[in-house]
């Protein structure tokens, strides 16, 4: 069954370092997303991408952050400038077809970022 | 703006015992309802999801949840807990414009032996 794939599982940093989250979504699908989730709190949303530009972005998907689809098959979440609240586990999400809306959001396993 | 509240964040049940967790939601236009479950240090698992069909939907591993209009609820239920259902669950509301979800805060489930 395909499956979104995430790498690396864990990473740790330093401050202000930057980071790239990769993420390989369900190859048919068209819509992307990244989510947070900071430690015992809820998953909150960051972003969606959609025919290689953002469609929506919540608060939290400030100018230290950007997403790229760099081939077709990887989905990336970079972080400029990492800071101590940014650490959180990341989630990568996608959804296919042609109303994109209406479909199911399939999750890869999260990437645990650490910023010390 | 639509939001996601559930009450209990952590609710203990026996094993073989009714599993209930509350979801209710707010939403300007009729929602799409998800329940995803994550086991420690795993992702985020697909239960059961509400896209306007049969109100009462039935997902993997047993659980089953009702749409109720009037109560905007999404209530998540299982008749028989099981060892294996501790985790943490998650109730998601997206309405048919957007494509991001609203998480809620989620509920964390033990099962007593």
């Known amino acids: 069954e395909p499956e979104v794939t995430q790498t690396p599982s864990h990473q740790v940093t330093q401050m202000g370092q930057e980071v790239i989250l990769r993420c390989v979504p369900i190859s048919n699908h068209l819509y992307f997303y990244w989510y947070r989730q900071i430690l015992g709190q809820k998953v909150e949303f960051l972003v969606s991408f959609y025919n290689n530009e953002i469609s929506e972005k919540s608060e939290i998907f400030d100018d230290q952050f950007s997403v790229e689809r760099p081939d077709g098959s990887n989905f990336t979440l970079k972080i400029r400038s990492t800071k101590l609240e940014d650490s959180a586990m990341y989630f990568c999400?996608?959804?296919?077809?042609?109303?994109?809306?209406?479909?199911?959001?399939?999750f890869g396993p999260g990437t645990r970022l650490t910023v010390l | 703006a639509q939001s996601v509240t559930q009450l209990g964040s952590h609710v203990s049940v026996s094993e073989g015992a009714l599993v209930l967790l509350r979801c209710n939601y707010s939403?300007?236009?009729?929602?799409?309802l998800f329940w995803y479950v994550q086991y420690p240090n795993q992702g985020l698992q697909l239960l059961l999801k509400?896209?306007?069909?049969?109100?009462l939907v039935k997902g993997i591993n047993g659980f089953e949840a009702e749409f109720k209009k009037s109560e905007t609820s999404f209530h998540l239920t299982k008749p028989s807990a099981h060892m294996s259902d501790a985790a943490e669950y998650f109730c998601a509301v997206m309405d048919n414009y957007g494509q991001n979800f609203v998480f809620g805060p989620g509920t964390r489930l033990s099962v007593l032996p």
């Open positions: 999400a996608s959804s296919g077809g042609t109303s994109g809306a209406y479909n199911e959001q399939f």
């Open positions: 509400y896209t306007s069909a049969a109100t």
């Open positions: 939403s300007s236009v009729p929602p799409y």
